[in-house]
């Protein structure tokens, strides 16, 4: 009788909060963008708080594979790379508009994964990691050698966006503030357009996928296909993440192509939070401001980032934003 | 081609041999741990530059190279093996990335702990007295390191299938590779037999990097480069298989050696090139089995 009378007061209010919790779900693309939008309040450093986003986005990208697909690349750096590379040589060798060359970035990015992928895709499990890993390496040569185009080891350099104009309007791209609400543009239409992915039915395949292959295939998809699919549209975010890179540097160096930089959206990817919506961007944070803070002490700061990544998979998998949502939860 | 005559292209074929042998070391070491323990160690590349830091340490201590030989890789292997204890045994049955992201974590660490003890630029590695200039091999004359390079490679080989085919020891690591669950219920202790195996491949490893430390100079990140290249070899080969590491290795030092002949500029494509048309023909490697990694 008491317990009845327990359980009863107690349902409502266990339904009011999974209500919150669901609705918090259900527009997560809004929330995250709310949050890119106040950042820069909380954040004094802009230029740093456009890495961030660029880095975050990035992370976005890699994190549909990894997260939601449950493929892990260590090559995705030559997705961002070429996404930099071609938004830089659309402006420096072809003086193009800075929309077109966002275009060619993201176009890039795609064109890339798709060749990585068709490749990749042929292994399976843990083949994975090798074969883009070593990919990647490949590609990191070509653009190394390809001096005409991308300034070899220099970098390409001259990639000067004074304003960015758009419906008429004219922004100074020089002003840290605004270049911060430009970058925030894309990447809110980016956290849109990933949201409507995964909630989409291919979003649901693609976790089938993950959550057990064989079922996934018995129940009649194409597991190799999606694979490749995820693969593309994962090489399509880190493409504009990289042509963001480019303009906000104003110089693409060739270490955008490097491993570290596959290693370091793995590092961002795990430390947020796999899989959960803005994890990755909690782990871009998190690792850039560890990168800032501790580079002010020491120059080896890879040390404790290395040491908080260990610590991290060996006893918080989940990540730091996945921790949290277990936590609140209801 | 002016002046390219068939001695010289058998040179450069040796040239490729020697250093096929180093990639051979380092991938057997791989595809050892792999086969037994199913961790892809990412750390790989890290414990072959270690183990050509603790060869130029000492050295400098007063050390000749011989006695490195033997030093080195115990000294690594003891230090995997710490590893595999500590770092990587709370993680079997947790899914096969963990391993991996924890070892490629771990690369960082190591890499800039060396930065910390020995500075950020490289040293070059003298090689040792005994083994300096040059033999006629029939064709010309060749470096005699490099030929101690593929003579010490092969006794490690050797060595090594002698140690898994024709010991008891071995004869368990073999089982275990095939299913540890019969191995263990069978009364081994497969926990103690896989910590022996990452010891013995990080050994290795770090035996190769001594070996390549003469050839190449050392640096901290001498092994992130091997390691892309050796994952190259393991793709080819067939991932968890030895005698595909051994053809496979000395394969792609063979095709880095010749095209840097013919066309220097694509030299570290090359090999990339290759791994990307065994993958369209064959994706498991020349000796993996269809379906091991699925």
Redesign the interface.
């Known amino acids: 009788m008491a317990m009845n009378e327990l359980s009863q007061t107690l349902a409502p209010a266990g339904v009011e909060q999974r209500n919150w919790f669901e609705a918090a779900k259900r527009h997560r693309a809004l929330l995250a963008s709310l949050f890119v939008l106040v950042f820069p309040l909380v954040m004094p450093f802009t230029a740093l708080a456009v890495n961030i986003l660029i880095y975050g986005l990035y992370a976005l990208g890699f994190n549909l594979l990894f997260g939601y697909l449950g493929l892990l690349s260590f090559g995705h750096a030559a997705l961002f790379g070429t996404g930099a590379y071609l938004c830089g040589i659309a402006i420096v060798h072809f003086a193009l508009p800075w929309y077109v060359a966002i275009a060619m970035g993201v176009l890039g990015g795609t064109a890339m994964a798709a060749l990585i992928g068709a490749l990749a895709i042929r292994t399976r499990g843990i083949y994975f990691a090798m074969v883009t890993m070593a990919l990647a390496q490949c590609v990191y040569y070509l653009f190394y050698q390809a001096i005409d185009w991308t300034g070899g080891e220099n970098g390409l350099r001259g990639i000067n966006v004074r304003a960015i104009d758009i419906f008429g309007m004219k922004f100074d791209f020089i002003n840290p503030l605004t270049r911060y609400y430009v970058v925030a543009g894309f990447v809110i239409l980016a956290l849109y357009v990933l949201s409507r992915i995964l909630a989409s039915p291919f979003g649901a395949v693609i976790e089938a996928v993950r959550e057990n292959e064989a079922r996934a295939r018995a129940s009649g998809y194409n597991v190799t296909l999606t694979r490749l699919i995820t693969f593309v549209l994962s090489g399509a975010f880190c493409g504009l993440a990289g042509a963001l890179a480019a303009l906000h540097l104003s110089i693409v160096p060739i270490e955008i192509m490097h491993y570290e930089t596959s290693g370091m959206v793995v590092m961002m990817s795990l430390l947020g939070g796999m899989g959960t919506f803005f994890g990755p961007f909690v782990g871009a944070a998190v690792f850039l401001l560890l990168e800032n803070l501790v580079s002010l002490w020491t120059v080896h700061w890879q040390l404790f980032v290395g040491a908080v990544f260990v610590v991290c998979v060996l006893f918080f998998p989940a990540g730091i934003w996945g921790t949290i949502l277990k936590r609140v939860r209801p | 081609m002016p002046g390219l005559s068939f001695d010289l292209i058998a040179m450069q074929l040796f040239t490729g041999l020697a250093l096929g042998a180093i990639y051979v070391l380092f991938a057997i070491g791989l595809s050892l741990i792999?086969g037994m323990l199913?961790v892809?160690n990412f750390a790989h590349g890290a414990f072959y530059m270690v183990g050509a830091y603790v060869g130029l340490f000492l050295i400098s201590l007063g050390g000749n190279f011989w006695l490195c030989l033997v030093a080195v890789p115990l000294i690594v292997g003891i230090s995997g093996m710490i590893v595999e204890r500590f770092?990587i045994r709370?993680?079997y049955g947790?899914g096969?990335?963990?391993p991996?992201?924890?070892t490629?974590?771990?690369?960082?660490?190591m890499?800039?702990?060396i930065?910390?003890g020995f500075g950020t630029s490289g040293y070059p590695f003298d090689t040792p007295d005994l083994l300096q200039g040059a033999v006629n091999i029939g064709i010309g004359y060749f470096p005699l390191y490099r030929l101690f390079v593929i003579g010490a490679a092969a006794v490690v080989l050797l060595g090594l299938w002698l140690f898994l085919e024709r010991t008891s020891f071995g004869l368990i690591i073999r089982a275990g590779a095939r299913d540890p669950q019969i191995v263990r219920v069978l009364g081994v202790d497969v926990a103690r037999v896989w910590l022996y195996v990452f010891g013995i491949g990080t050994a290795i490893a770090g035996l190769a990097g001594l070996l390549a430390a003469p050839l190449q100079g050392v640096i901290p990140e001498m092994g992130?480069n091997i390691?892309?290249?050796a994952?190259?070899v393991?793709?080819v080969g067939g991932?968890g298989s030895i005698g595909g590491a051994v053809i496979a290795g000395l394969l792609v030092g063979v095709v880095i050696s010749m095209t840097s002949l013919f066309a220097p500029?694509m030299a570290?494509?090359s090999i990339?090139?290759l791994?990307?048309i065994v993958?369209?023909i064959r994706?498991?490697g020349f000796f993996g089995r269809a379906g091991l990694?699925?």
């Open positions: 792999f199913t892809v770092l709370p993680l947790r096969i990335d963990y991996l992201l924890l490629f974590g771990l690369s960082y660490i890499v800039e702990l930065r910390i992130a390691l892309a290249e994952f190259v393991t793709v991932m500029e570290k494509v990339f090139a791994m990307a993958l369209l994706p498991q990694m699925s």
